[in-house]
């Protein structure tokens, strides 16, 4: 399910709401929607990347902040960036904070529109037209803010009221050319980060209707009579994405997975976007290949948003373009990273061989990270014609780790390939090691390619949707699907790098004396398991690696796992493919009991198509054989390397990091005999540096080996709950007589 947000999730609940898309083309500066969100993404202006005239060698721009040093009013200094003749159209938003921490009289601009590079002291003796924001020092403990439209040689202004020195304020220059009658200019000045606690508004009816080609980060007054000196930080700028209108259509290709295959289908998203006034063709001859290959993310969310809120559905690279029927508009097929997948890796390994070996997740990342330089990332270690060279921006390596850690840590899982012939990325990773491993890759809800292993879903760590009669529409659709009957395995392994030199045959005798043979066994062909390298240093051999593979085979589909499909809401969106959902239809038939009426079903989404015009949604799931009790894992236990009070003592800082995402969990404290030390303790704060942990009071002083664990399941809180506890014989937990809980197999 994809990762929300508390201000999504407010929109998400409505009962009636209006979904709202924005396109982003990396590097544009404005964004395509079919509603304009509340607020509009901002891009990053490092200051560096200006031009600094400074002869004085007042300012210090760096890609952050201006530090302006005892700049004189009588002294040329100002940083700018050129955007072009008339690039400052139409309406802008700015934002930025200022810190004065030195003051000797003096005057600052800290944010300016122009078409004329000088001081602003200078433009305005010549009459040049700009839009300013200035400081002015009043007395040792105050300043002001000043808001000026130039136009000739008048000027319109207005000044703040008494701000604090040494205090950081947040700015906000917005221009709105449709009020008045030629528009008007804002500055709205806050005293928090969040932009929240606004303390004053400035605002100034502009007297012409004016385009500007430089934006300045600062700039000196220049023209001043000198002794009047000001020390400043002024912050980078962030400048708002315009988002326009443009926004005609949106549909979704779905994207599929094959879970015993270990394979999925490459996906992606097209969209129409209108041509008004041949902009979108004026766009598209500023990139040399026409935005081929363009990467470009689209965001979902809800009417009245601000679109850092609302959620990347997809993030992928132009890959059609063609003009509607009506030629009216240009329609862009947006294709998921998967697409580089199709490239070919182990380039060079007709000429020599190529040898890798280790833990086979780590190799996924070598083969999909590597550039030959050793810049991408920890994973980066195979020459460049060995991998693919994709930047972080496309791989969710942290969560392609996660799965590591969890489910194949250290050499628990080991492989070795001897590679002596080119191979398509996708098919490699998916043959070799997703299949082998019973994972699956998938696209996930930031658009970067991740894997999932074929597993319950933990409630401790996931969330996801629940498909039932209030959100389904249609009548879904039941198939017995008698054809995914599968009751013969075969794996081929120890590749000498000609051939395999074993191979083993395993049948479900059971399925195959009830049902017959199915259509055809599950071949698995592994060029990297070898029993030569499965010794002491590996904690699983290969035999058992091929054991565990084949059982969850059998269980899964020596048995023919229940289809079914359905159509949705448009709040299940979330939903995403691999993610394991209680499926809950009164119309739905449950043969094995001979009734009508499945009760939350645990199936996995292996097909999610959204319509994004209708706000519909289509699934298809297959069933997992997963009871309907939850899963969860086993309790985290910290023990005490020293103790400082009866509030206070040390853990190490990884048994810390078991504990840091919990919010005042109870525990029980036991000594190192495992007597009872402290009951319902409540754990305040925990320190992930230095292991500290601080808690309410123990009783006494914990000594070196005590040890913490969870509280008694009635006396923990609702999220330690979602962890393991042992039932008791009738399987129920606590004196509410919750169901019990399961762990995986």
């Given at each position: 399910?994809?990762?929300?947000?508390?201000?999504?999730?407010?929109?998400?609940?409505?009962d009636?709401?209006?979904?709202?898309?924005?396109?982003?083309?990396d590097?544009?500066?404005?964004?395509?929607?079919?509603?304009?969100?509340?607020l509009?993404?901002?891009?990053?202006?490092?200051?560096?990347?200006?031009?600094?005239?400074?002869?004085?060698?007042?300012?210090?721009p760096?890609?952050?902040?201006?530090?302006?040093?005892?700049?004189?009013?009588d002294?040329?200094?100002?940083?700018?960036?050129?955007?072009?003749?008339?690039?400052?159209?139409?309406?802008?938003?700015?934002?930025?904070?200022?810190?004065?921490?030195?003051y000797?009289?003096?005057?600052?601009?800290?944010?300016?529109?122009?078409?004329?590079?000088n001081?602003?002291?200078?433009?305005?003796?010549?009459?040049?037209?700009?839009?300013?924001?200035?400081?002015?020092?009043?007395?040792i403990?105050?300043?002001?803010?000043?808001?000026?439209?130039?136009?000739?040689?008048?000027?319109?202004?207005?000044?703040?009221?008494?701000?604090?020195?040494?205090s950081?304020?947040?700015?906000?220059?917005?221009?709105?050319?449709n009020?008045?009658?030629?528009?008007?200019?804002?500055?709205?000045?806050?005293?928090?980060?969040?932009?929240?606690?606004?303390?004053?508004?400035?605002?100034?009816e502009?007297?012409?209707?004016?385009?500007?080609?430089?934006?300045?980060?600062?700039?000196?007054?220049?023209?001043?009579?000198?002794?009047?000196?000001?020390?400043?930080?002024?912050?980078?700028?962030?400048?708002?994405?315009?988002?326009?209108?443009?926004?005609?259509?949106?549909?979704?290709?779905?994207?599929?997975?094959?879970?015993?295959?270990?394979?999925?289908s490459?996906?992606?998203?097209?969209?129409?976007?209108?041509?008004?006034?041949?902009?979108?063709?004026?766009?598209?001859?500023?990139?040399?290949?026409?935005?081929?290959?363009?990467k470009?993310?689209?965001?979902?969310?809800?009417k009245?948003?601000?679109?850092?809120d609302?959620?990347?559905?997809?993030?992928?690279?132009?890959?059609?373009?063609?003009?509607?029927?009506?030629?009216?508009?240009?329609?862009?097929?947006?294709?998921?990273p998967q697409?580089?997948l199709?490239r070919?890796i182990?380039?060079?390994a007709?000429?020599?061989?190529?040898?890798?070996?280790?833990?086979?997740?780590?190799?996924?990342?070598?083969?999909?990270?590597?550039?030959?330089?050793?810049?991408?990332?920890?994973?980066?270690?195979?020459?460049?014609?060995?991998?693919?060279?994709?930047?972080?921006d496309?791989?969710?390596?942290?969560?392609?780790?996660?799965?590591r850690?969890?489910?194949?840590?250290?050499?628990?899982?080991?492989?070795?390939?001897?590679?002596?012939?080119?191979?398509?990325?996708?098919?490699?990773i998916?043959?070799e090691?997703?299949?082998?491993?019973?994972?699956?890759?998938?696209?996930?809800?930031?658009?970067?390619?991740?894997i999932?292993?074929?597993?319950?879903?933990?409630?401790?760590?996931?969330k996801?949707q629940?498909?039932?009669d209030?959100?389904?529409t249609?009548?879904?659709?039941?198939?017995?699907?008698?054809?995914?009957?599968?009751?013969?395995v075969?794996?081929?392994?120890?590749?000498?790098?000609?051939?395999?030199?074993t191979?083993?045959?395993?049948?479900?005798?059971?399925?195959?004396?009830?049902?017959?043979?199915?259509?055809?066994?599950i071949?698995?062909?592994?060029?990297?398991?070898?029993?030569?390298?499965?010794?002491?240093?590996?904690?699983?051999?290969t035999?058992?690696?091929?054991?565990?593979?084949?059982?969850?085979?059998?269980?899964?589909?020596?048995?023919?796992?229940?289809?079914?499909?359905?159509?949705?809401?448009?709040?299940r969106?979330?939903?995403?493919?691999?993610?394991?959902?209680?499926?809950?239809?009164?119309?739905?038939?449950?043969?094995?009991?001979?009734?009508?009426g499945?009760?939350?079903?645990?199936?996995?989404?292996?097909?999610?198509?959204?319509?994004w015009?209708?706000?519909t949604v289509?699934?298809?799931?297959?069933?997992?054989?997963?009871?309907?009790?939850?899963?969860?894992?086993?309790?985290?236990?910290?023990?005490?390397?020293?103790?400082?009070?009866?509030t206070?003592?040390?853990?190490?800082?990884?048994?810390?990091?078991?504990?840091?995402?919990?919010?005042?969990?109870?525990?029980?404290?036991?000594?190192?005999?495992?007597?009872?030390?402290?009951?319902?303790v409540?754990?305040?704060?925990?320190?992930?540096?230095?292991?500290?942990?601080?808690?309410?009071?123990?009783?006494?002083?914990?000594?070196?080996?005590?040890?913490v664990?969870?509280?008694?399941?009635?006396?923990?809180?609702?999220?330690?709950k979602?962890?393991?506890y042992l039932?008791?014989?009738?399987?129920?937990?606590?004196?509410?007589?919750?169901?019990?809980?399961?762990?995986?197999?």
């Open positions: 399910m994809l990762t929300t947000n508390s201000n999504f999730d407010a929109k998400h609940d409505l009636y709401k209006s979904p709202m898309y924005v396109i982003h083309f590097g544009e500066a404005v964004d395509y929607c079919n509603q304009i969100p509340a509009g993404a901002f891009d990053e202006l490092d200051p560096d990347d200006g031009t600094e005239v400074d002869t004085a060698s007042r300012l210090n760096t890609s952050s902040i201006v530090t302006v040093t005892d700049l004189d009013d002294e040329t200094a100002y940083n700018y960036h050129d955007y072009g003749a008339d690039y400052w159209s139409g309406d802008f938003k700015f934002r930025k904070a200022v810190w004065p921490v030195g000797a009289g003096g005057l600052c601009g800290v944010w300016c529109l122009a078409n004329t590079l001081d602003y002291g200078t433009m305005d003796a010549n009459n040049e037209d700009c839009l300013l924001l200035y400081l002015s020092g009043v007395d403990s105050h300043f002001t803010l000043t808001l000026r439209e130039s136009n000739g040689a008048a000027n319109t202004e207005d000044t703040s009221s008494n701000l604090d020195w040494f950081a304020y947040r700015l906000e220059i917005e221009r709105r050319e009020e008045g009658a030629y528009g008007v200019l804002y500055c709205r000045i806050y005293s928090d980060t969040s932009y929240t606690t606004l303390v004053d508004t400035l605002m100034v502009l007297t012409e209707k004016e385009d500007f080609r430089y934006l300045y980060d600062v700039t000196s007054y220049g023209t001043g009579a000198g002794g009047q000196a000001v020390t400043i930080i002024v912050y980078k700028t962030y400048i708002e994405r315009q988002c326009k209108k443009y926004l005609a259509g949106i549909s979704g290709s779905s994207q599929s997975i094959t879970p015993e295959e270990g394979t999925a490459i996906g992606g998203i097209s969209f129409n976007l209108l041509d008004y006034d041949n902009e979108i063709t004026a766009l598209l001859a500023t990139d040399t290949c026409n935005f081929h290959r363009k470009t993310t689209i965001k979902a969310g809800y009245g948003m601000n679109e850092t609302m959620l990347t559905v997809c993030t992928g690279w132009v890959t059609g373009l063609s003009l509607t029927s009506d030629g009216l508009a240009y329609k862009f097929q947006i294709t998921d697409k580089w199709q070919k182990f380039r060079g007709e000429t020599s061989s190529v040898n890798l070996q280790g833990n086979p997740i780590n190799i996924l990342l070598a083969v999909l990270q590597s550039t030959g330089l050793g810049t991408n990332g920890t994973h980066d270690y195979l020459a460049a014609e060995n991998g693919l060279g994709l930047s972080s496309y791989i969710n390596v942290t969560d392609i780790e996660s799965v850690n969890k489910w194949f840590p250290a050499n628990s899982h080991y492989m070795k390939f001897a590679i002596t012939e080119r191979k398509t990325a996708k098919e490699f998916e043959k090691i997703l299949k082998v491993l019973n994972c699956y890759p998938v696209i996930d809800g930031s658009g970067k390619y991740s999932r292993p074929f597993k319950p879903p933990l409630i401790a760590y996931e996801v629940s498909f039932t209030d959100n389904i249609k009548l879904p659709t039941w198939d017995a699907n008698l054809s995914a009957l599968v009751n013969e075969e794996f081929s392994y120890d590749h000498d790098g000609s051939d395999y030199g191979e083993e045959f395993y049948a479900d005798t059971t399925s195959i004396n009830n049902r017959g043979p199915g259509n055809k066994p071949s698995i062909k592994s060029m990297g398991l070898h029993t030569s390298v499965a010794g002491a240093s590996i904690a699983m051999t035999g058992d690696v091929i054991t565990r593979r084949k059982n969850s085979i059998f269980n899964r589909f020596a048995a023919p796992p229940l289809k079914v499909s359905v159509t949705t809401y448009f709040d969106w979330l939903t995403e493919v691999g993610d394991i959902v209680p499926v809950t239809s009164a119309y739905l038939p449950d043969i094995e009991a001979g009734t009508r499945l009760d939350a079903r645990r199936m996995e989404v292996q097909n999610i198509s959204v319509n015009d209708k706000g289509t699934a298809t799931l297959l069933d997992t054989g997963y009871a309907k009790n939850n899963y969860c894992v086993i309790s985290p236990c910290m023990t005490v390397t020293a103790g400082t009070s009866g206070e003592f040390t853990v190490s800082v990884a048994d810390a990091a078991k504990y840091a995402n919990f919010t005042d969990p109870e525990v029980q404290m036991y000594d190192s005999h495992g007597r009872t030390q402290g009951s319902h409540t754990i305040k704060d925990v320190n992930t540096t230095t292991g500290v942990i601080t808690c309410d009071d123990i009783g006494s002083t914990p000594s070196a080996g005590w040890t664990r969870f509280a008694d399941y009635d006396d923990a809180t609702a999220e330690q979602l962890y393991w039932s008791d014989e009738n399987g129920y937990l606590g004196t509410a007589n919750d169901p019990q809980q399961l762990i995986i197999p």
